[in-house]
């Protein structure tokens, strides 16, 4: 098969890391978003496609009309999770005119859902932390046995994404919880209540993956995060290679890939609990790359670049060793507000915005990030006052 060009849909960080791991490989690379401003609209690696819109039916006819303009089947990665869901319910449409592996609908659905996936993972016997399914409010018994802190979260993030819940609520005590719970379950109709697995933002860790035909894992790279914005709850600020953890971690994500016979890009969160000295599965990613997916790359594991070259079935490349111990930090404000007291001595540190050979994407993004954290900064000291 001859080789075309790439898609990626959506143009935050994540999407900057892939179109940077395909487009310095001479892939030519359509990055596709909604907003000029986004950083990977700007990369010197991208060339910007604006729509209207990253899910729905505008999302499907503007990528039709992307490749009938260029006139060639075009592979494609997504990292925004919206575009993901649209995808999958329109794969069809798009069959002919893209290289596109998912998992199949029903799975996508049930990745995609917490409640749904917690069920499957406990009929699989998947190492999970202690779950409460809340449908109605008679299901509210259960949270009240959970030990605090309870994670509470929408079983369908499309209710964060509208605006209708936020992304997580954090409960102290029981009577905080069941609080959350009711106020989450009036707008989403379905949550899912999670004890906390003690432990610093270090003993969370990843593992990212391309599972391909056949069932071939095509490529695959443990991680490690070494601090979380906003620290214990958020995402992820500074992350590097964790390959003392692949021989635990990455059997259960296989086992996993294997169960629901899996395919594309994919990724499952560790949390190693200390307590019962194992590794706890926090959530799975499904159909898109994760958002600190570029670690991999710069560690010398190209999952976009291998995916890309197994679709169009061209030989892997060898791998390439990065030469030091990378840390990938996700933005420059982050090493500002945490230090680098959580950061290995050796530690070489690449910026998720800036290069020195493609700056434009951290000129655009950073005036915006000082300047939201200036705000944010005048609006707590205003609350405070």
Partial sequence: MQSGAAVVLGGELNGLGVCRSLGRAGIPTYMVDRKRLNPAMWSRYAHPVLVHSLQGPELIDAMLGLQAKLGQQLFVAITDEMSVLTISAEREKLHDAFLLRLPDRNTVTMLHNKAQFQEFAIAHSLPMPETVIVRERGDLAGVARLRAPIIIKPADKRHFHTGDTPRLVVA??????????????????????????????????????????????????????????????????????????????????????????????????????????????????????????????????????????????????????????????????????????????????????????????????????FCAAAYQRALSARRAA
């Fill in 172 to 369: 102290q005590n029981t009577q905080d919880a069941l609080s959350a719970c009711d106020r989450m379950l009036e707008k989403s109709g379905e949550i899912v209540a999670s004890e906390w697995i003690d432990g610093p933002d270090d003993n969370i860790y990843f593992s990212l993956f391309y599972r391909g035909r056949g069932g071939a894992i095509v490529s695959m790279f443990t991680g490690r995060k070494l601090a979380s914005t906003p620290p214990k709850f958020g995402s992820t600020a500074f992350c590097t290679v964790a390959d003392e953890a692949r021989a635990a971690i990455e059997p259960i994500t296989m086992a996993f890939a294997d169960m629901v016979d899996y395919g594309g890009f994919g990724s499952v969160e560790y949390k190693w609990d200390e307590a019962n000295r194992r590794f706890i599965i926090i959530e799975p990613t499904v159909g898109r790359t994760d958002w600190q997916e570029e670690i991999a790359t710069l560690s010398g594991v190209n999952i976009p670049l291998d995916a890309y070259r197994h679709e169009f079935g061209l030989p892997p490349l060898p791998r390439s060793a990065n030469g030091g111990k990378i840390v990938w930090q996700s933005s420059c404000i982050e090493r500002l507000r945490l230090g680098s007291g959580k950061l290995p001595p050796d530690s070489i540190v690449v910026d998720g915005y800036w290069r020195a050979d493609d700056p434009m994407p951290a000129i655009v993004h950073y005036p915006q990030d």
